[in-house]
């Protein structure tokens, strides 16, 4: 226990101590970097499939999930694709000294909020070992000191990667410490890196439930969490079927095990019986398993019913609750009781009842005739983003690389006191 | 234990359920609750008088310090100044609604950033009563419900206060719940309301180092510091004099006992021998207490010796404590070891090093050539403050009603699916 304190304090006071020159790093200097690290990962692809390989024997010989294991693969692709990230993210503007917002007071101080980094960023994560790559790539354009402490079941995927990021950024003119990487899998590393708010700026958890439960709760670092994603779509009496049908697919079927897919959808009594057997079909015709409340079941036969537990489930999975509602008060109370305000959609023509659900549903992203796939910061424009943010603190939604600023105010005086 | 805890989470549920509505409410109710309640306060001022005279006489029976029992006072200029803080209010614009990024992407898809509430706010607080107005008058007009947790010093002013409050705003037409204030003053109440983060969507502390820790450590729910002041003024080699002098005495005597009061004055040596006399001097005068260091205790008689408690220390008070060194760097070295990163000055004439420093200085508020005293939201133009901020997440520094709110991302499609 002692010697992982020590062990995890050594690396946060390194990253601290990096923190006050990387936030004043030049941006052509942080971009080469990123290039050459992309660069490196991209020849180093064999020794990375390699390390990956171990790590797929390991899940496989503990019998992990297929998903699972998934997640945890590396092929040629999808190191291309990692690579092709942190181009893109070298492509972006430098947002660090951004001049905010410009003040000029009464007695002549010059007020400037001017844009700065939060310092070390925690990046606490489980198996997809391309976090590794992207949180790295999106913190060192922020400015933002990494200390990375990923999951165990890719530790020699992350370790391979993590070096030759930190080794290649070293000799690209980004300070020493400014990546710190965890290899160190014991679980008492999270408990103590989560205490350690003399040196960590902020923890960004990304994983299962149970893991950012646990973080959220006993945290003293300040927290941004991404939660669940239970997504709804409601298909108003309004709606236009033809799209109602085309967005309710999409957002179940497209890619059913991501946080902005839908888990329930909620249809308007007075459009039920026509919208519900056109759509149920689709969805049988892709292997959707479909749980109804009992008007869903007295229009489609054969269907199981769902329950209290149903409501509130994130299944990502080909699963799908459905339920008809009397009225758009109804749909919104059922958003703000079971959801988790991550996603929703309403499908409608009409545009005071669009208005009237933007307005009071309470999620990161509401949508009006669209699909909630959408909630992504690519789509959002951001370019590249660490995660979808459910809290309200901070940052909502998609977090690109403005998300992981903060801000100090420069005052500019020429000799004033307070009277 | 069991009926502490319904008795908070019932009156917790009551806010979450009105802040889905305060949320909503026009601008012009918001502001005439403002007005309201300020007259009511002012109507009632001999009664909040008499109230506030048993906290007064129960701190002075408990013989609390002078300090205290002064924060805790009310008469007639303190309540009219509550009340101008709020006509203050009513009149600075509503920021909910407000488009604060507009995208639009290829595929169509309008996207729009769009301000919103933070929610339910908790505010856990000491002693002065005043917070009890300012605070529901900010997040009043941020439209988020706040729920009260004053001290136990201050029971009888507070319920008053609140009364007056909470019974004007509802017959304003304020949705009910939107302001709860706890009567309960069991300690018990503040663990169990900092774990409440299915109703509270953020906790503002403010008073003792001691409560701010406590919660920083053991809330659940997103916490927004107000940490201590441990300000500097940096005296560089090329400072002009007479700014210096007047700086520096503006910094530690116009207001000893809050929390961007200088606390340790830094010189350049090559200027101690020209300046710290003449400075001492003027502070001697002032009754100001000097501890200095190994160099400045040669160039001036008599002083203590400062500890490397002193360094770290906030005084509150009129004692300084004074550094004589060799560089820029070593001043910055200073700042970022033993501040509090709130609130640090430099006075020099050189563009160069007063560039340097208010680039490298890491705290919420940085000054070249004026007194520190001025980091405060009024005084940057943001109309009110409900704190100071030492924390980067969310917000940093003066935290007006910007820094109360949260953003959605709302979505206006025709149909767009994710391909």
Redesign the interface.
């Known amino acids: 226990m002692i010697n992982t304190k020590k062990y995890i304090i050594e690396k946060a006071e390194r990253a601290k101590k990096a923190s006050?020159k990387l936030?004043?790093v030049p941006t052509v200097v942080k971009n080469l970097a990123l290039l050459k690290i992309a660069e490196n990962i991209l020849k180093n692809s064999d020794r990375i499939i390699s390390e990956n390989l171990k790590d797929i024997k390991n899940a496989e010989k503990q019998k992990l999930s297929f998903a699972l294991i998934d997640r945890l693969k590396l092929n040629e692709k999808r190191i291309i694709s990692m690579a092709d990230g942190l181009k893109q993210i070298a492509k972006l503007p430098d947002l660090i000294g951004e001049v905010i917002e410009k003040?000029k007071?009464p007695n002549g101080?010059k007020?400037e909020r001017i844009r700065?980094p939060?310092?070390v960023i925690g990046i606490i994560y489980e198996s997809r070992p391309n976090v590794t790559v992207d949180s790295v790539g999106l913190c060192l354009k922020s400015g933002n000191c990494t200390i990375l402490r990923g999951g165990s079941e890719a530790i020699n995927s992350n370790k391979i990667l993590s070096k030759i990021i930190y080794e290649t950024a070293y000799s690209s003119g980004i300070p020493d410490g400014s990546i710190e990487f965890i290899d160190n899998t014991n679980r008492i590393i999270i408990s103590e890196m989560i205490?350690l708010?003399d040196y960590i700026?902020?923890i960004i958890p990304r994983g299962g439930e149970g893991l950012i439960k646990y973080i959220?709760?006993?945290s003293?670092v300040?927290?941004?969490a991404h939660g669940k994603g239970v997504c709804h779509i409601y298909v108003d009496k309004y709606a236009?079927i033809?799209?109602a049908i085309?967005?309710s697919?999409?957002?179940k079927v497209?890619?059913p095990g991501v946080c902005n897919a839908m888990e329930t959808l909620l249809v308007h009594k007075e459009i039920a019986e026509k919208f519900l057997p056109i759509m149920i079909a689709e969805y049988k015709k892709a292997g959707v398993e479909i749980r109804g409340c009992e008007k869903t079941r007295r229009i489609i036969n054969g269907i199981k019913f769902a329950t209290e537990n149903d409501w509130y489930a994130e299944y990502l999975d080909l699963i799908l609750s459905v339920k008809v509602v009397s009225s758009i008060d109804e749909a919104i109370m059922h958003i703000?009781k079971y959801g988790s305000h991550h996603s929703d959609a309403i499908v409608t023509e009409n545009k005071k009842f669009a208005e009237k659900f933007?307005?009071?549903v309470?999620?990161?992203?509401?949508?009006?005739?669209?699909?909630t796939?959408?909630?992504d910061g690519s789509?959002?424009?951001m370019g590249a983003e660490i995660g979808i943010s459910t809290?309200?603190?901070?940052a909502?939604?998609?977090m690109g690389l403005r998300e992981l600023t903060?801000?100090?105010?420069?005052?500019?005086?020429?000799?004033?006191?307070?009277k």
């Open positions: 006050k936030g004043l003040i007071r101080l007020i700065v939060l310092g205490h708010s700026d902020c959220r709760e006993n003293s300040p927290v941004i236009d033809e799209k085309k967005i697919f999409n957002a497209q890619r703000e933007l307005k009071e309470d999620s990161a992203a509401v949508y009006h005739n669209a699909s796939r959408f909630t789509e959002f424009g809290q309200k603190m901070h909502r939604g998609p903060s801000y100090k105010f420069v005052v500019h005086g020429n000799g004033q006191i307070k």
